[in-house]
């Protein structure tokens, strides 16, 4: 008898009322054939409850997200739990990959910044080994590169707050993110579904039940 193990993608920024929400949002819509995978995201800062913020509803709108989807979303604070909780945490910046290892240091193995793991992936040594890979072995096999990568330019990896400013840059920072997203949907939804013997331990030991919510697709 088998049992099919759930793979939990933690998106995290600040107030998550803006990026990682609309990232959120994506990744949900272009795995939504996948019942083995769930999207959830957090801020570093997030007022619980809080909704998503009207430029990035009308930012959203034009990636083809209903606006009920995005009017729907409310703010959850980043804590350990989500993070341990996780099998890929995806930073908007630096400043939120370290939030989240320094909540729970395991979290180095499986925790990057949206742009960093869609970087990773484009790299022709990770591309030859991805196909045939379940999501945690395409997430092992992209940290296992990281060590090997050139360094880049931090405005390389983060992706700003447009919080505050005019609707013309939330739509360059929704490109921004899309685009990335873009990447990452794509390899994790052409990796196998795992599959693990009841008898059998995870591959990677879980916190206790939560009550953090992840998107089911």
Known sequence: MTDRPRFRVLAICSGNVCRSPFLELLLARALAGRADLEVASAGTIARPRMRMTD???????????????????????????AVADADLVLGLTREHRAAAVQLHPRALRYAFTLREFA???????VAATAPGLTPGELVAAVAAHRGGAQPVAAEADDIRDPIGLPQAVYDEVGAEIAAAAEVAARALAATREATVKASES????KAPSLSFSFRRL
């Open 119 to 125: 970087r990773l992936l484009g790299d022709p040594e």
């Open 202 to 205: 995870p591959e990677r030991s």
């Open 55 to 81: 430029e990035i509803v009308r930012v959203a709108a034009r990636y083809g997200i209903p606006e009920t989807d995005a009017r729907a979303h409310r703010a959850a604070r980043l804590d350990e739990a």
